[in-house]
C-alpha cells in the first residue's frame, strides 16, 4: 500500500515537472502595432495573464509605436515589470520604438532589434522641464533594473536622442539584432516553440475605439449620419448616427480627454447641425474644424503622443467630407425652394373643374377640381354640375367662369 502511494506521488510529480517545463519552453507571442492606448494596455495585461494561467514562462513583445498615452505607458510598464514570466521585446526591421515604446521597450527584460529599426525620441511634448525631469528619472531607473546604459536612456528624454540597431546595441541600450521574430528568440537564447497570443472581441474593441483618431472618426462620422438622417428621412442612419456618436462620445471618456476637448467636439456638432438651416456647405466645414481642434488638443494633453502624417491627412480628408455634405444638404434646399407646390392655389389658374354646390354673385359655392374641393367664388350664376374653368384665385378662393 505504501509502495503503491510512493509510486502515485512520483508520477503526479513528475508529470507537474514536464507541465511546467513545457510551458517554460514556450514563448507567447503578442504584437503591438500602432499608437500605446487603453486598448493596448489592456491587450497586454490580458497576455500576461494568459501566460501565467497557461504556464508560458516567457513572452515576447513585437513592438512597433511612434509613442502614446501616458496612462496606458505607465499601466504597462507595471505589468512588465511585476511579470512573473520573462519578458523580451522585439522591434521588428523597419520599426520604431519610439516615446512611449521606448520606455515600454526599457522596462522588458531583453530588446532585440531588427535591421533598420529604431528606439528612443522620447522627449515630452510640449517640452516642459517639469515633466522633462520627471519622466527623464523614470527612463533611467528603468535602464538600471534592466543593466542598460542609463546615460543613453536619459538622453532619450532630455534630447530627444534616438539609436539604430546598431548603434542601441553598441551602446548597451539593445541585446542583439535579428531579421525577424524566430531569430530573435534564438539570439536571446529562448526555444522557438512559440503560441501566438490574439485580443478577445472585448480587447479589440477597446483597440479600436481608444485610439484618439478612430474615437474622433466614429464621433464625426456620427454626427454626419445624424444630419443625412435628417433630411432623408429612413431611421436607419438616424440610427446608426446616435449610435456612433455615443460610442464616440464613450471612447473621449475611455481616452481620458480633457473637459476642454469634448466642449470643443460638441460645439463642433452643433455648428454642423446648423447647417440645416442656414449656410453653404461653410457651418458644416467649420464644425468639421472646430471638432479636430478638439482632437488635437487631445493629443497635446499627453506628453509622449503627437499626430501622426496619416491621421493629419485622415483630419483633412472627413474636414473635406463635412464640407461637401453641406454643401449637398444647401443644394437639396435650393431644389426643394425652387420646387413649386401641388397644394399651392396659384397652380389651378387655367384648370377645369365641375360645380358641386351652385355659385353667383354675392354667394360662395364649391367646385371640385381633380380630386380636390375648392371653395368658389363668381360674377355670374352658374348651376349645380355645370362645368367651369379657375381664372383666378382670391386667397384660398378661387374664381370661376362657365366653361
Known amino acids: 500500500m505504501r509502495r503503491s502511494l510512493l509510486y502515485a506521488v512520483i508520477l503526479v510529480s513528475l508529470a507537474l515537472t514536464l507541465l511546467s517545463a513545457r510551458g517554460e ?42 509613442g502614446g498615452f501616458l496612462s496606458p505607458t505607465e499601466r504597462i510598464v507595471r505589468s512588465i515589470s511585476s511579470a512573473e514570466a520573462e519578458v523580451a521585446v522585439y522591434i521588428p526591421s523597419g520599426g520604431r520604438a519610439f516615446s512611449a515604446g521606448a520606455f515600454i521597450a526599457m522596462s522588458a527584460d ?22 522633462v525631469n520627471a519622466l527623464s528619472s523614470w527612463m533611467k531607473s528603468l535602464a538600471e533594473v534592466s543593466g542598460r546604459n542609463t546615460t543613453a536612456a536619459e538622453l532619450f528624454v532630455r534630447d530627444n536622442l534616438a539609436l539604430t540597431a546598431e548603434e542601441a546595441v553598441r551602446y548597451g541600450v539593445a541585446d542583439c539584432m535579428a531579421k525577424n521574430s524566430m531569430e530573435a528568440l534564438q539570439r536571446i537564447g529562448w526555444p522557438v516553440n512559440t503560441q501566438e497570443f490574439y485580443p478577445d472581441a472585448r480587447v479589440s474593441f477597446l483597440l479600436l475605439i481608444t485610439d484618439p483618431l478612430n ?26 448616427g446616435t449610435i456612433m456618436v455615443v460610442l464616440g462620445l464613450y471612447a473621449f471618456g475611455l481616452i481620458g480627454a480633457s473637459l476642454a476637448a469634448v466642449i470643443l467636439m460638441v460645439v463642433g456638432a452643433a455648428t454642423i447641425f446648423l447647417e440645416l438651416k442656414t449656410g453653404h456647405g461653410v457651418l458644416a466645414l467649420t464644425g468639421a474644424v472646430i471638432s479636430a481642434l478638439g482632437l488635437l488638443l487631445i493629443y497635446q494633453s499627453g ?12 483630419m483633412v480628408t472627413l474636414i473635406v467630407i463635412s464640407g461637401l455634405v453641406g454643401f449637398y444638404l444647401y443644394k437639396i434646399r435650393q431644389v426643394l425652394a425652387r420646387k413649386t407646390s401641388p397644394l399651392n392655389p396659384e397652380n389651378l389658374i387655367g384648370r377645369t373643374g365641375v360645380v ?42 378661387v374664381k370661376v367662369v362657365r366653361e
Open 110 to 131: 531583453r530588446i532585440c532589434m531588427g535591421p533598420g529599426s529604431s528606439i528612443g525620441a522620447a522627449q515630452p511634448r510640449p517640452k516642459d522641464e517639469k515633466v
Open 303 to 314: 506628453p509622449l503622443i503627437a499626430p501622426t502624417v496619416s491621421a493629419e491627412a485622415v
Open 25 to 66: 519552453g514556450r514563448a507567447l507571442i503578442l504584437r503591438v502595432d500602432g499608437t500605446i492606448t487603453e486598448g493596448v494596455a489592456e491587450y497586454i495585461s490580458s497576455g500576461l495573464e494568459f501566460s501565467r494561467a497557461s504556464g508560458a514562462g516567457r513572452i515576447l513583445l513585437i513592438l512597433n509605436t511612434d
Open 215 to 240: 474615437a474622433w472618426v466614429i464621433f464625426l462620422v456620427g454626427i454626419i449620419l445624424l444630419l443625412l438622417g435628417l433630411t432623408h428621412p429612413t431611421f436607419v442612419m438616424e440610427a446608426s
Open 356 to 397: 358641386k354646390v351652385a355659385v353667383g354673385p354675392g354667394r360662395e359655392g364649391v367646385v371640385l377640381v381633380g380630386s380636390e374641393l375648392w371653395t368658389a367664388i363668381s360674377d355670374e350664376e352658374i348651376e349645380e354640375g355645370a362645368r367651369v374653368r379657375i381664372v383666378g384665385i382670391e386667397g384660398f378662393k
